[in-house]
């Protein structure tokens, strides 16, 4: 099999990210055309643990990735592998999980309005699982894919959510039940309830309130006839630590009200299901950017130049004396238009990290840190103190998984899409406990600690990387 750079992941016995960033920083290989290029570091051993977590603290919940979230192939073949489902909100979605070999029936297909040709790609393809919230969906549905079996979006109250989607999806409390009555005046197939609280929740009660309506919902039905046998909760997990309510707050929360109100005989065959997105991904992921280029400006208008001609004080300004405090301007090659499109999007806060160490005396100045396009709006901060540094250098930015690859441009010809997949020799055994007969298209290359340029292959697919005899492998 030949080995893919994209489809590599490094397997070493101590995984220290900024060691693996300073060695990718200063080599070159095929997936980065100039040494200064950014990347990604993937740590997919983060994925299994987050995964060992929710299997953990959500023991009768199914989790069904949310592929908008993080679409790479390497992270969404190592969720197959591990048995998670997918949330699929369009035609080209639902096609890369199929072609990444993952199984219709692991597939929801999660967008309440959808265009005509991607539900008949979705039939076409036993894609069954489908989410509406509205009469005119309900009707198309039934022209172009009578048999799916749907699952009636319900609004709820995401006024805490960092991203809140209530204003577009869900149907209102008060109509629900006419949308239960039309899917039985259609002759089409309800089964079951979906509600989404907001990305990034920050209210755990949330949950209840959609909980207790789902329930209403439910027993309604059921009493008109329905098999309901699914209930997804919907999203909003948390995937790192700076957010003011934990993922373990929400599952208590959860798995009570689930328990206390869908714990009857009624629902002895019920399937619940989560479609978490940047639970997974966003800390899995470590982006390294490099500074392009640097301005020096003066800090803020010194009084001696309050009558000074104006040229004379712009001039002073850019290209300030010794003796004034300066502020420097550095410009990254990726910014608001690729990676960090989060700032805008997901209201994402970023903190910079530098490669280098420093000593710990050294001087900090007032500092802005701008992306490498031609807009002027491209600015990642706006303020901020550090050390002076010099172009060429790196600067890291942690928790960069959930939705910055998945929708940055390559607005000027910039456009960051390397990404260096790792995972430690601990977490590779979890990994093989999940997939003993290893993941399709994706090869383990062990990285000696002592010299990370003598790498050998040994975990091609099919045969589990725990498996191989590392006598026969190859040195790339």
Request: hydrophobic content about 40%; overall charge negative.
């Amino acid at each position: 099999m030949k080995l893919e750079d994209g489809n590599k992941v490094e397997v070493v016995d101590s995984l220290v990210i900024s060691d693996i960033a300073r060695h990718k920083s200063a080599t070159s290989c095929l997936q980065r055309e100039d040494v200064e290029d950014g990347f990604y570091i993937c740590d997919l051993g983060d994925v299994v643990q987050k995964h060992m977590k929710w299997e953990r603290i959500f023991p009768s919940i199914e989790p069904f990735y949310a592929i908008k979230c993080n679409p790479s192939d390497v992270l969404l073949r190592t969720m197959i592998a591990m048995g998670t489902g997918f949330d699929c909100a369009s035609k080209a979605e639902i096609g890369q999980m199929l072609r990444l070999g993952a199984s219709p029936d692991r597939i929801i297909f999660a967008n309440p309005c959808k265009q005509s040709s991607h539900i008949r790609y979705a039939r076409d393809n036993g894609v069954k699982l489908m989410v509406f919230d509205n009469e005119i969906e309900l009707h198309k549905i039934r022209k172009f894919y009578p048999d799916a079996r749907l699952v009636l979006r319900t609004q709820t109250d995401d006024s805490a959510s960092v991203c809140q989607f209530s204003m577009k999806f869900g149907a209102h409390p008060d109509s629900c039940l006419k949308l239960v009555d039309t899917a039985k005046e259609l002759g089409l197939d309800l089964v079951g309830v979906s509600f989404h609280v907001g990305s990034g929740c920050q209210d755990a009660n949330a949950y209840v309130k959609a909980l207790r309506l789902a329930r209403t919902i439910f027993d309604y039905g059921i009493s008109i006839g329905f098999d309901m046998t699914l209930l997804d909760i919907g999203g909003g997990f948390p995937g790192t630590e700076s957010f003011t309510v934990s993922v373990e707050e929400i599952a208590l929360v959860v798995n009570q009200t689930v328990n206390e109100l869908f714990h009857s005989q009624n629902f002895e065959n019920l399937r619940v299901i989560a479609e978490p997105g940047r639970y997974y991904a966003a800390s899995a992921f470590t982006l390294c950017t490099n500074v392009i280029a640097k301005r020096r400006i003066a800090l803020e208008k010194q009084p001696d130049q309050e009558n000074m001609p104006v040229k004379e004080a712009i001039l002073k300004a850019i290209s300030p004396s010794a003796l004034v405090e300066p502020s420097f301007m550095y410009f990254l090659n990726d910014g608001l238009y690729g990676s960090f499109n989060c700032l805008f999007y997901d209201h994402a806060e970023v903190k910079p990290r530098l490669l280098k160490n420093r000593a710990k005396d050294a001087a900090e100045y007032t500092s802005s840190i701008w992306g490498p396009t031609c807009d002027g709006l491209d600015k990642i901060i706006d303020n901020c103190s550090l050390p002076e540094l010099e172009t060429g250098d790196w600067v890291v930015w942690k928790d960069m998984g959930a939705y910055t690859m998945a929708a940055g441009s390559a607005f000027n010809g910039f456009k960051t899409s390397t990404v260096y997949y790792t995972i430690s020799s601990e977490n590779l055994k979890l990994l093989d406990d999940y997939c003993s007969n290893g993941i399709p298209s994706v090869c383990f290359v062990y990285c000696d600690a002592k010299d990370p340029l003598a790498k050998k292959t040994f975990g091609c697919s099919p045969l589990s990387p725990l498996q191989q005899e590392l006598k026969s492998a190859t040195i790339l």
